[in-house]
T-cell receptor, first 113, second 116 residues
């Protein structure tokens, strides 16, 4: 148990499907993040939420739509994805600017077919 | 722009060997933090250490040690007497301030394989 729980662990979806990734933390952290990890590429920051407000969108295509209803939950809604969107999607949380480091979930392995 | 370079893509060692993972960073910030994370096959990134830009003291934690040298913008990680359980991908990261939430920039990672 890492403190950050992501579901599902694995997801296979067609390009016309709509699905959602869920992230939940009970660490009392105020910031939550979505990262994308593709093979042989650095982890890419996608979105940052601080106290439920989006503070960063790293030029992510609109087919990825985040939602943060409260400081403990973060969603990533997916629609009309492309095969190149197949990757490991990692959620993380942090407290007070993240200077003590982030706590990461185990990720959702997404395959777009 | 911030950048973290981990030039070693993969390293293979035999158990009990010492191994050093290199990390070089670029930043224009005067205040920043450096991190090392471990990613085992299960997927989650496990926090190992944080170092701030004003503290160049080396740190040792059990078999792990870190060498921070601001003059060369490097933050190298050494595992002494490696074990099979150390097999994982290791990421070096650099944080920059973004209002009240920081932003971590990661290197591409070094895959460490420790064999018997």
């Amino acid at each position: 148990e890492t403190g950050v729980t992501q579901t599902p662990r694995h997801l296979v979806m067609g390009m016309t499907n709509k699905k959602s990734l869920k992230c939940e933390q009970h660490l009392g952290h105020n910031a939550m993040y979505w990262y994308k990890q593709s093979a042989k590429k650095p982890l890419e920051l996608m979105f940052v939420y601080n106290f439920k407000e989006q503070t960063e969108n790293n030029s992510v295509p609109s087919r990825f739509s985040p939602e943060c209803p409260n400081s403990s939950h973060l969603f990533l809604h997916l629609h009309t994805l492309q095969p190149e969107d197949s990757a490991l999607y990692l959620c993380a949380s942090s407290q007070d600017g993240g200077w003590d480091g982030y706590t990461f979930g185990s990720g959702t392995r997404l395959t777009v077919v | 722009a911030q950048k973290v370079t981990q030039a070693q893509t993969e390293i293979s060692v035999v158990e009990k060997e010492d191994v050093t993972l290199d990390c070089v960073y670029e930043t224009r910030d005067t205040t920043y933090y450096l991190f090392w994370y471990k990613q085992p096959p299960s997927g989650e990134l496990v926090f190992l250490i944080r170092r701030n830009s004003f503290d160049e003291q080396n740190e040792i934690s059990g078999r792990y040690s870190w060498n921070f040298q601001k003059s060369t913008s490097s933050f190298n990680f050494t595992i002494t007497a490696s074990q099979v359980v150390d097999s994982a991908v290791y990421f070096c990261a650099l944080s920059e301030a973004r209002g009240t939430a920081s932003k971590l920039t990661f290197g591409t990672g070094t895959r460490l394989q420790v064999t018997l």
